[in-house]
């Protein structure tokens, strides 16, 4: 009775937190394969490899494998190597991240010689040697680009920084902002999800739990929309938000029932 012949879920804050995942979560995606839907996985989180949150998902009971999941970090690589192939980077990041644009065959550097791109993203080590450093190289001509621009990421307890802050601090002091930010909601997330889906936008509904990210990157890209509450996004935050959800749901756990009804009274 599920209707999209495409789910593109959002990982922190919809099918887990931390360490735990969403009761429900694994539930419905299987309900949903078996169905007959294909799933992709994204995040905005560049802190490790693909393989990593497939390995996460599948001990969590949500089987997936590395092609099953896009990152920003991956997006972003996938557009530097085509932009520029064999690029010089210096990355504010973690090593994760140095590793998957590696493996495009860009240039990770110190930043003490030429460098194309700075690359900034999510970064737990965020220092001012590391902000300096791109700012010269910024005021060298260094293209700045970004992994995501999330403002803060959803952990248990609570929230903490994510790369907005680190962007804001080189904006600040460069007056440069980021000529291309990889993540949602850019298009370039949601084209690569479809693309390995091999679907158009109208058969896909994106589930997930910001809305300036997850709903503002389906509305733009023609897709129908899920909030999940499960998140950073409280119920109040709705109405103010230029984004409007189409199905506003209290966890993933509810997808498959709300989505149908929906269906059921567009049809």
């Known amino acids: ?84 192939p064999g690029a010089q980077l210096y990355v504010v990041g973690e090593p994760p991240l140095v590793e998957e644009l590696r493996a495009f065959g860009l240039r990770p550097t110190d930043g003490s010689g030429p460098v194309d791109f ?35 990421c959803p952990v248990e307890g609570g929230e903490i920084p994510d790369a907005a802050a680190m962007i804001g601090a080189l904006e600040g002091c460069s007056g440069k902002r980021p000529e291309l930010v990889a993540g949602k909601p850019s298009p370039m997330m949601i084209e690569a999800g479809l693309a390995r889906m091999g679907l158009c936008s109208e058969e896909c509904i994106v589930v997930g739990d910001r809305l300036e990210t997850d709903i503002r990157m389906g509305k733009e890209a023609g897709t129908a929309t899920a909030l999940v509450l499960s998140g950073v996004t409280r119920r109040q935050d709705i109405a103010r938000s230029l984004w409007q959800p189409d199905v506003v749901l209290e966890s993933v756990a509810e997808l498959t029932e709300h989505v149908t009804r929906v269906t059921d009274r567009l049809s």
């Not at 495409?6 to 735990?20: A, H, K, N, P, S």
């Not at 005021?139 to 970004?146: F, I, W």
């Open 118 to 152: 700075v690359v900034v993203a999510f970064d737990r080590t965020f220092d001012y040697a590391k902000l300096n450093i791109a700012f010269q190289a910024i005021r060298r001509g260094a293209r700045l680009v970004a992994t995501n621009g999330d403002r803060t």
């Open 1 to 84: 009775m599920f209707r999209y012949r495409g789910v593109i879920f959002d990982l922190d804050g919809t099918l887990y937190r931390g360490e735990q995942a969403i009761p429900g979560a694994p539930e419905t995606v299987r309900c949903l394969r078996e169905a007959g839907c294909r799933v992709t996985f994204v995040s905005n989180k560049p802190l490790e490899p693909r393989e990593r949150y497939a390995e996460k998902l599948t001990g969590l009971g949500i089987p997936a494998g590395p092609a099953d999941v896009l990152t920003s970090g991956y997006v972003l690589g996938r557009w530097l190597a085509q932009e520029v």
